[in-house]
């Protein structure tokens, strides 16, 4: 079957068209922030940031309280003062993982397809006894919430101290805003816990890297120059027996890694440039007879 002329300007119409960008733009665009990320892991971002391990020091990980672990901050911290855990060799970011989180269970739906919490589906298989009110639950119920997510949050205890007054950690406002208004709970006599706390909020929100932070307090006061001492309640189940633990104290907010704020996304975007930009640099090369003439490659 041939086509007249007509037909054939048709179809051509229909044709993808190849959008022409500025190759030397990208690759120079790509170079550029390639060179951004490793200058931000070299120089000093102004930030304050104090980290402490935890973890090592309770030797059964389990029901223990560690009194005086002990952070120096060496100069004044203006507020607000962010309190964060960090985790190390805990993995979120597997398809296991993110496909058991409930969202509908989460935000409030207690219909929902159970099958998705897999193994972690009853208070017996969550190793949940009591509700949020102080109610025993009943074993063989859908743990609310369930899923390995939720199995593993990270519930440790913590209190911070200097020359023996307590120094106050609220935990409003740590979250995002969005993740805020769609949490709701369903029921607190049946919850094993508060699903619109925030600390659990932040955790249900996946890490893409083994090594992450998550937000656990806010101070809103300034810290003096000294020794405080972190009081530290380990409650944590066997999800955490091959990690690390640390606590932080820093001032840059939500964002508390600046690797994954900086560092990252310059690595990854920067090199996907300069590749883009050379497949245009050869196209249209190739478009205009400058490989002949030129001798491009």
């Given at each position: 079957?041939?086509m007249?002329?007509?037909?054939?300007?048709?179809l051509?119409?229909?044709?993808?068209k190849?959008?022409?960008l500025?190759?030397?733009?990208?690759i120079f665009?790509?170079?550029?922030?390639?060179a951004?990320?490793i200058v931000?892991?070299?120089?000093?971002?102004?930030?304050?940031?104090?980290?402490?391990r935890?973890?090592?020091i309770?030797?059964s990980?389990?029901?223990?309280?560690?009194?005086?672990?002990?952070?120096?901050v060496?100069?004044?911290?203006?507020?607000?003062?962010f309190?964060?855990?960090?985790?190390?060799?805990?993995?979120?970011?597997?398809?296991?993982?993110?496909n058991?989180?409930?969202?509908?269970?989460l935000?409030g739906d207690?219909?929902?397809?159970?099958?998705i919490?897999d193994?972690y589906k009853t208070?017996q298989e969550?190793?949940?006894?009591?509700?949020?009110?102080?109610?025993a639950l009943?074993?063989?119920d859908?743990a609310?919430p369930?899923?390995?997510?939720?199995?593993?949050?990270?519930n440790d205890e913590f209190?911070?101290?200097?020359?023996?007054?307590?120094i106050s950690i609220?935990?409003?406002?740590?979250?995002?805003?969005?993740?805020?208004e769609?949490?709701?709970?369903?029921n607190?006599?049946k919850?094993?816990?508060d699903m619109?706390?925030?600390?659990f909020?932040?955790?249900?929100?996946?890490?893409?890297l083994?090594r992450?932070?998550?937000?656990?307090?806010?101070i809103?006061q300034?810290?003096?120059?000294?020794?405080?001492t972190?009081n530290?309640?380990i409650?944590?189940?066997?999800a955490?027996?091959?990690?690390?633990?640390?606590?932080?104290?820093?001032?840059?907010?939500?964002?508390s890694?600046?690797i994954?704020v900086?560092t990252l996304?310059?690595?990854?975007?920067?090199?996907?440039?300069?590749?883009?930009?050379?497949?245009?640099l050869?196209?249209?090369?190739?478009?205009?007879?400058l490989?002949?003439k030129?001798?491009?490659?």
């Open positions: 079957m041939q007249n002329s007509e037909q054939t300007k048709q051509n119409e229909w044709r993808l190849y959008v022409k500025n190759p030397i733009l990208l665009m790509g170079l550029v922030l390639i951004f990320g931000s892991q070299t120089v000093d971002i102004d930030y304050e940031y104090i980290s402490t935890y973890d090592e309770c030797a990980k389990n029901s223990c309280f560690v009194n005086k672990i002990n952070i120096d060496p100069s004044k911290m203006e507020s607000p003062v309190f964060s855990y960090e985790v190390s060799s805990f993995f979120q970011n597997t398809d296991k993982y993110f058991s989180i409930p969202y509908d269970q935000y207690s219909d929902f397809d159970t099958s919490c193994q208070n969550m190793g949940k006894t009591l509700s949020v009110t102080g109610k009943a074993q063989d859908i609310i369930c899923g390995i997510a939720a199995y593993s949050y990270m209190s911070l101290n200097k020359d023996g007054k307590q609220t935990d409003q406002g740590i979250s995002w805003e969005s993740d805020r769609k949490y709701t709970n369903i607190l006599d919850q094993w816990i619109e706390s925030e600390r909020i932040n955790w249900m929100r996946p890490s893409p083994s992450f932070r998550k937000l656990w307090g806010r809103d300034d810290l003096e120059p000294g020794i405080y972190v530290i309640q409650k944590t189940n066997d955490f027996a091959e990690t690390k633990k640390y606590v932080l104290l820093h001032n840059n907010g939500q964002f890694d600046p994954l900086i996304p310059c690595l990854c975007v920067g090199p996907f440039l300069i590749i883009f930009g050379i497949i245009n050869i196209y249209w090369g190739k478009k205009q007879n490989v002949k030129y001798r491009i490659y």
